[in-house]
């Protein structure tokens, strides 16, 4: 395989071909196709960063949002919690009227109340992420900086797009340029034949074509001769669009920014790396906490020590009050009883698998970022800056040379439409005199 120069949709590229060896070592291809890779990864290496900093800020809302879902089911568990416990306080002063009798089916509550305070405990871990979570919003820094690079370079890429669709438009006018050249010495050459060798019966038939083709050629030179106007003026004042030579200005503009705005946030971008990842640490770690605390859970099992002893007060409900011989008021004692077996079923609800997952999840998505930008960080600053401050002169100098370029095909334009033009205008009228007269 070989390299060569050539076009695609209008763009001067380098080739790989078996056929054309003679561009083997073309400097001009090695250049801009070391140009094309650098670019390539320039490109890849910003946008790719753009986007775990864009994911970040996504993970870290949504970390935001489930620590607000928590706040709001924390208010509701409070309210739960705060009903369960004046029913809880008011079965235990009952129940303490009946302690031994209870013991007599198997219903102790001497531990109870420790059992509810291992309960306040289980349902207080679900909520510690709410205390340890940093709640603040994401940075923006680092995304901006990095959407300002990536903007100011497609500036420039959309700007010498521009330019190689002109210079593809001058080839096309090029190439039908020289298919009128052809066309018209190949019918006048034919037409002197002719006349030469004076084939009359071919007199008959050529006649009426040629005047018709002569007429065509004689309107073309109209439009042909306009074209040739405002290609002269161009060449002369040098208008190019979006060239106009006013890329130094651009160029001036740049070196203005690469001073100022960029490299000072060059180094507001550092920083705020740093700050990034030590919110990320903090960040990794509570839900490192909240995950283990949670891996621990024993809520259900405090609700199942409720459960289970209530399943055995009701078991008991018809002969409740002959077997603590009436000493409390049953229907009482088993509406407090219903009222902590339906807040418990409500908890049991509420606390559910979906927590831990999404907990979990959330470490993951932290961790790994937090990991990245504690391995990655000085590389990111080093590459980003370097991106920034090379870049976009070498962009400035290649629109250069392709202004220079385009202008050189536009001025090469206008002589080979003088030509036409010309040739037209002399050949066409002794053409038309020699067939007709």
Known sequence: MTQSAGLVDGKAVCVTTKENPTNINDPECDDQNDRVQKRDKSEKFLTRLHEVFIDHKKNSIEQIQFINRLAQLEAKVKENLSQFKTSFDSFMSKGKEIESEMLGFNAPIRFLNTEYENLSNEIEKYFSLIKNFEN?????????????????RKIFDETNENNIIDTKNLLEHNRYIKMLIIILIVILIIVFVIIILEISFMMVFIIPIISLICSLLLVASIVILLDAQILDRNCKTGTVKDCN????????????IRRTEFVNQSEIFKNDIEQVQSASEKRTKAFQDYTNLLMKDRLREEIGVFLNLFDKIVFVNENFDSLTENKIDSDAFYVDINKMIKILEKFKDMFTQD???????????????????????????????????????????????????ILEDLCRSRDRLDVVFNSIMIFVPLVLISVLF
């Open 245 to 256: 030579f006013d890329i130094m200005q651009a160029d001036e503009y740049m070196k203005d």
């Open 136 to 152: 603040e919003k994401p940075s923006l820094v680092p995304i901006t900086y990095l959407e300002n690079i990536l903007k100011t």
């Open 355 to 405: 927590i831990k997952e999404e907990a979990l999840k959330m470490l993951m998505n932290e961790y790994k970022f937090c990991y990245f930008i504690k391995q990655e960080k000085d590389e990111i600053v080093s590459r980003t800056k370097s991106i920034m401050l090379g870049s976009p002169h070498k962009k400035s100098n290649l629109k250069i040379k392709n202004c220079i370029s």
